[in-house]
């Protein structure tokens, strides 16, 4: 069972920027795919960005270009950078292992805000 612990949440205005931590408690990021997911009031829970254990990188339409994925994988860590922050951006954000060793093991998320 691997352990999944989100950071970086917070309340930000609209155009700022938020970047998102997950650490691992085992060595997953060379063995799955992971990804965040987010979750917002009332909403289906959606794949924001993904990234396999080879490294590619795949990002959900509503923020390709204003958010990057990326690990550590020394560090167990993958991080969301989050720029240009919109509203709709408000959710619970999730690290997921999508795919691969740990498939659907998640943390308890971390809420991020985004006021106008």
């Known amino acids: 069972q691997v352990q999944l612990v989100e950071s970086g949440g917070g309340l930000v205005m609209a155009g700022g920027s938020l970047r998102l931590s997950c650490v691992a408690s085992t060595s997953i990021f060379s063995i799955a795919t992971m990804g965040w997911y987010r979750q917002a009031p009332g909403k289906q829970r959606d794949l924001v960005a993904s990234?396999?254990?080879?490294?590619?990188?795949d990002y959900a339409e509503a923020v390709k270009g204003r958010f990057t994925i990326s690990r550590d994988t020394h560090k167990n860590t993958m991080f969301l950078q989050m720029n240009d922050l919109k509203p709709e951006d408000t959710a619970v954000y999730y690290c997921?292992?999508?795919?691969?060793?740990?498939?659907?093991?998640r943390g308890r998320g971390t809420q991020v805000t985004v006021s106008s």
């Open positions: 990234i396999t254990s080879r490294g590619s990188i």
């Open positions: 997921t292992s999508v795919s691969g060793a740990y498939r659907g093991s």
